[in-house]
């Protein structure tokens, strides 16, 4: 059973950038690819970015494409968001979590969240 | 992009009774899909995959069914932790995948 851990949110201003993080721990991390989902407060999730185990294939949401960049550190066991261009409504918290062969490439393991707030 | 409509939006249920939850999304995504539980404060736990597979660990009265482009989620037998909010997810061939609007179950 692994884990995931997110880290690096907080209070940002528009305009701004923020690197999120996610330490994989219980798992061989660089067999599986990766997603980002994120959360608005009160609503419901939205799939962010997708990399794959060799970072071969990167996947966006049109709403945080050229914004973001995803990438990741087998060697660390680490994955990473980096965020520029902020906007309000990129306020949310941001789970990574692991997609899974075995289940259909469904997000199998979810981090405890790190939440990001965007405001002046 | 495909959209995933959750019905009903909430809903109110007391322990024991049986409750379903659909889910219908805009194209064919074969069986691609998933359901999700979320409690508040906490990140979403994998219940089904591949529409009608169990998740290890995940209890027997959670059930899903459906092909195509419509799903159901079915708890034969609410117990008090169930009380969550439950969304669907497509992961059909390239992203984006996407998540249904969640369906939160309430204790009547």
């Known amino acids: 059973e692994g884990q995931l851990e997110e880290s690096g949110g907080g209070l940002v201003q528009p305009g701004g950038s923020l690197r999120l993080s996610c330490a994989a721990s219980?798992?061989?991390?660089?067999?599986?690819?990766m997603s980002w989902v994120r959360q608005a407060p009160g609503k419901g999730l939205e799939w962010v970015s997708y990399i794959s185990g060799s970072s071969s294939t990167i996947y966006y949401a049109d709403s945080v494409k050229g914004r973001f960049t995803l990438s990741r550190d087998n060697a660390k066991n680490s994955l990473y968001l980096q965020m520029n261009s902020l906007r309000d409504e990129d306020a949310a918290v941001y789970y990574c979590a692991r997609d899974e062969a075995g289940t259909s490439w469904s997000f199998d393991i979810w981090g405890q969240g790190t939440m990001v707030t965007v405001s002046s | 992009d495909i959209q995933m409509t959750q019905s009903p939006s909430s809903l109110s249920a007391s322990v024991g009774d049986r409750v379903t939850i659909t889910c219908r999304a805009s194209?064919?995504?074969?069986?691609?899909l998933n359901w999700y539980q979320q409690k508040p404060g906490k990140a979403p736990k994998l219940l089904i995959y591949a529409a009608s597979s169990l998740q290890s660990g995940v209890p027997s009265r959670f059930s899903g069914s459906g092909s195509g482009t419509d799903f159901t989620l079915t708890i034969s037998s609410l117990h008090p932790e169930d009380f969550a909010t439950y969304y669907c997810q497509q992961n059909y061939n390239t992203p984006p995948w996407t998540f249904g609007q969640g369906t939160k179950v309430e204790i009547k």
């Open positions: 219980g798992f061989t991390f660089s067999s599986y690819s």
């Open positions: 194209q064919s995504v074969s069986i691609y």
